[in-house]
């Protein structure tokens, strides 16, 4: 032991560490079930347009909006707010998936609305506005859909967007319905870890990162909160061999990064 206070230590670490826990990610990387489990019926002309978005998105996005003038209506609009993202162009990405999720007359079912919802928030905050991406959700969530996957997804990234404004409590609470509708899901447990260790409540943490580590011993994020959890415990030692067993891993960037700011600032706690 250096002597050093590690009452705050997780507080004073990277940016970097809190977005390891919250992964932030993109909504055209999320799931896309309708009632025959393909967007818009499975549209040739929305397929091609995703494709292309692969290609070039910016070439994808004009296509989308000649599509659009010519009545290609929401399939078009849609891929046009996937072009936008994928050209980080998340607040006008959100926007347009918003509108076309809340309008009442384009024949939209409710499942595809909550999860166009869904990703309209994942764009909100991508752009940095977990408020708003909140409001998406609390609107994805007044549709009712009868869906314990949307359900449990909705109440995830609601947590996301909580934790983003450090309002611990509220994503312990919003995790604890996701735990509801996905029980183990290791994501929603080990942000619930996090947010009761900077809550305080370390006790509770520590079973979370339990039942994590039990289940997948080597669940990068987890490991990643055990450290700070050994740490806070006075155990250094422990702390360190949990980081340097993310580094050895391929685990994600922000993982690696969040990893290396700890054990930067557990070997040079005053900086060099």
């Not at 359900?151 to 995790?175: G, M």
Request: overall charge negative.
């Amino acid at each position: 032991m250096n002597g050093q206070s590690y009452t705050s230590f997780p507080f004073g670490s990277t940016l970097a560490a809190i977005a390891a826990v919250l992964w932030l990610t993109a909504p055209t990387a999320l799931a896309q079930p309708t009632e025959d489990d393909r967007w818009f019926g499975g549209s040739g002309a929305y397929d091609f347009c995703l494709n292309a978005i692969e290609e070039d998105p910016v070439m994808a996005f004009d296509r989308a909006l000649a599509w659009n003038a010519q009545g290609g209506g929401p399939p078009a609009i849609h891929c046009s707010a996937l072009a936008l993202i994928e050209l980080a162009q998340y607040g006008d990405a959100a926007d347009r998936l918003d509108a076309l999720a809340q309008d009442l007359n384009n024949g939209l079912s409710g499942l595809i609305r909550a999860q166009i919802l869904i990703q309209a928030a994942n764009a909100w905050i991508m752009e940095g506005f977990p408020d708003q991406g909140i409001e998406s959700l609390d609107a994805a969530l007044s549709l009712n859909v009868e869906s314990s996957g949307i359900s449990a997804q909705i109440y995830f990234d609601r947590a996301r967007a909580h934790a983003l404004d450090h309002e611990w409590r509220e994503a312990v609470d919003d995790l604890t319905r996701a735990l509801d509708y996905a029980p183990g899901a290791k994501d929603a447990l080990t942000l619930r870890a996090t947010s009761y260790r900077l809550l305080g409540e370390t006790e509770n943490a520590q079973e979370d990162i339990a039942r994590v580590l039990d289940a997948d011993s080597d669940y990068a994020p987890a490991l990643l909160e055990r450290g700070v959890l050994n740490l806070l415990a006075g155990d250094e030692e422990a702390a360190r061999e949990d980081w340097i067993s993310v580094l050895q891993m391929e685990a994600e960037d922000d993982l690696q990064r969040a990893a290396r700011s700890y054990l930067y600032e557990l070997d040079f706690p005053g900086g060099l």
